[in-house]
């Protein structure tokens, strides 16, 4: 079994303080034959009318030796799931969890927000200090 990332533990606690509700720790398909674990599911109630907002969650750490290499993987599996999650719970959208000092030093750049926006790449921006979300950019 693959291991958590280090902020794991921090993001789900960050969610449920957010109003999130933890549905699946992790959200599992099958997919061209193939198991995949999307680190995190969650739901809130948005109305009585509306029903429920679903998410699936992707935390990633960013505290190896290389952050732009971090960053290629953190794309292309981001991009893998969001086929996933169009394909079997279309409902659902999808979330890049990254720590706020990668996201400022490494996602604000003019070519990355490009790229992200290429790809639509929703990111939520964690804090390790106050342990909490502090950004949802879709």
Known sequence: MAAKDKYHELVKTAL???GWTI???PLKFEADGKKIKIDLGAERLITAE????????????????SPITE??????????????????????ILYL???QDTFNDLF?????QK??????VSMIVYSIELE???????
């Open 16 to 18: 449920v303080k957010d």
């Open 23 to 25: 549905t699946d720790d």
């Open 50 to 65: 509306r029903g429920a907002e679903k998410i699936a969650v992707e935390v990633k750490s960013f505290v190896g030796a």
């Open 71 to 92: 960053y290629y993987a953190a794309i292309g599996q981001f991009s893998h799931y969001q086929t996933v999650l169009e394909e079997n719970q279309p409902e659902r």
């Open 97 to 99: 969890a990254i720590p």
């Open 108 to 112: 604000k750049g003019r070519l990355t």
């Open 115 to 120: 790229t992200l926006t290429r790809l639509e």
């Open 132 to 138: 909490k979300i502090t950004l949802w950019k879709k």
